[in-house]
């Protein structure tokens, strides 16, 4: 284990944190058998059983599907604004760190996809010389 103690994140605040680099151990490695086992599970029941697949394709997952590289692009961002914005109010809570980093990388990749990369879209395939979109029936 290597500790880092008086890491300052926001408004130079220390914060303790342990963490474990060593991936060689025992329960790093269980914890990987466990997780690779899950995955397997979840592919070989996606693939045999489609009623999952009708969970997993409803409209919140198409959404996220919609806006990911905004999810991708924005998530560190809205991390360190919630533990600035946390911290200034002194809510040290993992769970309330969590929920409002979603929440923020949500809004933030929604407004990002409607303002940003829908204009944009519109315009390269207006613009464009040649026919990128592989799924013309798509309307962004």
Known sequence: YIKFKNIKIAYNKPIKMNINLESNSKSSKSIQKKFGLEFVILIINLVY??????????????????????????????????INVLLKFHIMNDVALYVSSIVITVLIAGLSHKFLEKPFLTLKNKWSVFNSNIFPENKY
């Open 49 to 82: 059983k489609k009623i999952l697949l009708r969970v997993l394709e409803n409209q919140f997952f198409n959404y996220l599907g919609t806006i990911s590289y905004g999810l991708y692009m924005y998530h560190q961002i809205a991390i360190v604004l919630c």
